[in-house]
């Protein structure tokens, strides 16, 4: 024995119901690890995308607010000039009375920024050379020459407002503002992961600045006001920032959301906090991120270490004046909240997936038993036709979902006894056929034998009736003779007729254009008064091939037995149409008594009447099956006592038999 088949031969050998429970399962749970697998990178990759997307528009309301600090710096230092009048102080040279606007210089070293008022760090007014006239923060510098600095001098030059952040040297903001040193920090604090930012940025601070011409009525420059905000240790804007886009929000005691402005690669201002609840402020960005965008000049849009926790963050380089990267303006969402999101949303996932693998697997047994069911209730119905029910039925079951299948299998016993019925009537067809043409046979020898004894007694009885005198009774009863003795040879002839294959010339033919000439041949008769006859029939019908006297014969014979049926009151009904065979079908209908179901057998037998005696030959149907199965065509009759008869027949086209 193979042992590599043993497995194999054990499940064939379960039984049907315990394989389908055992297939079911299978598709089930691979389903479901699929699902899951496909659900995880779904809900993964959605989530990582959702937060991405939130904070490019974190980093959008970042920049609006940041420069918004920027136009409000420039707002406040114009109405310094316009408000103080500053240009007839400095044309008056009465330098001493500006000291009034001292008072806008921030006292408090890294307050926040007010939300009604706008104080600065710096404030210098310069002459139209760029000589140092007052500083308000520091008084007793004046009169150093600051065209050197470029924002100053594009002031000069353009007599526009200029604004921009600028990195400047410790000693330049210290002389501005002495007090502003110990914002000014440069005790670095580095880890393995950050990036060298060189000497130079530890002896610059980053500051806001605007400069604002003063200028007379003439447009002569005068001079310019310069005012700034130190953003080193200044946390009103990435406070500003956190409140108006995260609300302050929290997750297990940690910030949703923080805000910081690098200085470079260093965090000058910020409010992600340390283990020891601090501001990393002169904490070092990590050297991935300082190269994307300090030296790529590039968005990063990624999750990133920031001190101790990771956060899905937005870095955006700031630029100063000259399109330099000088700084960085960051927003960072806390990772762990969305990560919790994840994985609840993953555990939940996998809960409803095992609960639909049981529930899976529960129907599962129930649809197998139902399968099972079904299939004996199949066998038992197979058996049943096997022995000859073809009336048997499945009664839909629509619960179970089988109807389908059961109207399948009852279309398929119906579809098997339509086709007995079908054999059947064929049978007797053949066997009306075969009767036809012995009866054909019979009847010829019969007529050829009757027919020369007919002709001598015609003959003889004229002679006879030639020689006697018209007044004799004699006469009158050789008249008698002669009248039987006709109608004899027009029954012999017919049976000729009848026993007759050969016809004349088969051409193509209009089957509508016959009957339309059958039809105006009688209806103009007694016999049809008092019948409406009614048409319907199928224009442009491809032609037929046939004899065209032989099928107006036909037709004739089954419109005269229609009217004799109705006795001059009823419904005469003539369609034609084309069936899916490509085969002519011409329909005659009446309204007349009918025939009885035991009489339909006979009715194309030669001499078979059901007319009264006297009335009919019996051999006018007979001759019509024979010129119609002579045009390898099918007659055939519906019939039902005192609700009329139809006569089908089916006649070949042209188009039928260039397919044959």
């Known amino acids: 024995m193979d042992i590599n088949n043993r497995p194999k031969n054990q499940f064939f050998k379960m039984t049907l119901q315990n394989r389908l429970v055992a297939g079911f399962m299978i598709a089930v749970c691979l389903t479901g690890f699929v699902a899951t697998f496909i659900s995880i990178w779904t809900i993964n990759k959605t989530t990582i995308n959702e937060v991405q997307n939130r904070v490019r528009q974190d980093i959008n309301t970042a920049k609006l ?29 009465h330098v001493l009375t500006i000291e009034n606007i001292k008072a806008l210089i921030e006292t408090k070293p890294g307050m926040q920024i007010s939300n009604n008022d706008m104080f600065l760090d710096m404030l210098t007014l310069v002459d139209a050379n760029g000589k140092v006239i007052f500083r308000a923060a520091n008084p007793k510098s004046r009169g150093d020459n600051i065209l050197w600095d470029p924002l ?52 610059e601070g980053m500051v806001m600045r605007v400069a604002y011409p003063v200028i007379d009525k003439k447009n002569r420059m005068l001079g310019v006001v310069v005012g700034g905000i130190l953003l080193n240790g200044n946390i009103g804007i990435v406070d500003k920032i956190k409140e108006t886009v995260y609300q302050n929000e929290k997750y297990k005691g940690r910030d949703i959301g923080v805000a910081t402005i690098f200085q470079g690669g260093v965090r000058i201002s910020t409010n992600v906090m340390t283990k020891n609840n601090e501001r990393a402020v ?61 994985w609840r949303t993953i555990w939940i996932n996998l809960g409803i997936t095992t609960l639909g693998m049981i529930l899976a697997f529960i129907i599962s047994l129930r649809l197998g038993n139902t399968i099972i069911t079904r299939i004996k209730m199949l066998k ?3 058996e049943a036709i096997a022995a000859g029910d073809l009336d048997y039925k499945l009664s839909p079951d629509k619960i179970s979902g089988f109807d389908m299948l059961d109207e399948a299998f009852n279309y398929m016993s119906k579809s098997l006894k339509k086709r007995d019925d079908r054999l059947q009537e064929m049978h007797q067809q053949l066997t009306r056929t075969e009767k036809l043409t012995a009866l054909g046979g019979m009847s010829a020898g019969i007529a050829h034998e009757i027919n020369n004894p007919l002709g001598g007694i015609l003959l003889y009885s004229n002679l006879v009736s030639e020689d006697l005198p018209a007044d004799t009774p004699a006469r009158k009863n050789i008249e008698k003779i002669i009248y039987q003795a006709n109608r004899c040879k027009n029954i012999v002839q017919n049976l000729l007729d009848f026993s007759r294959t050969e016809t004349g010339e088969m ?99 030669p001499f078979f009447t059901t007319k009264e005696p006297g009335r009919g030959t019996g051999l006018g149907l007979s001759l019509a099956y024979g010129v119609i199965n002579i045009h390898k065509g099918n007659i055939n009759v519906e019939s039902q006592p005192d609700k009329g008869t139809t006569f089908i027949i089916s006649l070949p086209t042209t188009v039928s038999n260039s397919i044959e």
Request: glycine fraction near 4%; proline fraction near 2%.
């Open 65 to 93: 607010i940041y420069n918004n600090t920027l136009d409000r710096i420039a707002s406040r230092i114009q109405f310094i000039v316009e408000g103080h009048h500053l240009d007839k102080l400095i044309a008056s040279h």
């Open 152 to 203: 100053v001098r594009n002031c000069v030059e353009k007599k526009l407002l200029v604004s921009s952040t600028e990195l400047m040297s410790i000693d330049h903001i210290t002389k501005e503002n002495p007090a502003l040193s110990d914002r000014l920090k440069t005790d670095i604090v580095k880890t393995p992961l950050s990036a060298d930012i060189g000497k130079k940025q530890l002896s």
């Open 282 to 342: 002169n904490t070092i960005l990590s050297k991935e991120v300082y190269e994307r965008v300090i030296v790529e000049g590039k968005d990063w849009v990624d999750r990133a270490f920031v001190v101790n926790d990771w956060y899905i963050t937005t870095y955006t380089p700031i630029l100063n004046m000259d399109n330099k990267r000088i700084g960085i303006l960051y927003v960072g969402l806390l990772e762990a909240k969305y990560t919790d999101i994840k």
């Open 380 to 382: 038992e119905a197979s």
């Open 507 to 605: 051409l193509p033919l209009q089957i509508n254009s016959v009957i339309d000439i059958s039809l105006n041949l009688v209806k103009g008769q007694s016999m049809f008064h008092g019948i409406e006859i009614k048409t319907d029939l199928t224009q442009n019908l491809p032609d037929v091939i046939g004899d065209k006297s032989r099928l107006e014969q036909v037709f004739l014979n089954l419109f005269i037995n229609a009217a004799d049926a109705m006795d001059k009151k009823g419904k005469l009904t003539i369609t034609t149409k084309l069936n899916t065979h490509n085969e002519v079908i011409i329909l005659v209908s009446d309204t007349g008594k009918g025939i009885k179901k035991e009489d339909l057998p006979r009715i194309f037998e």
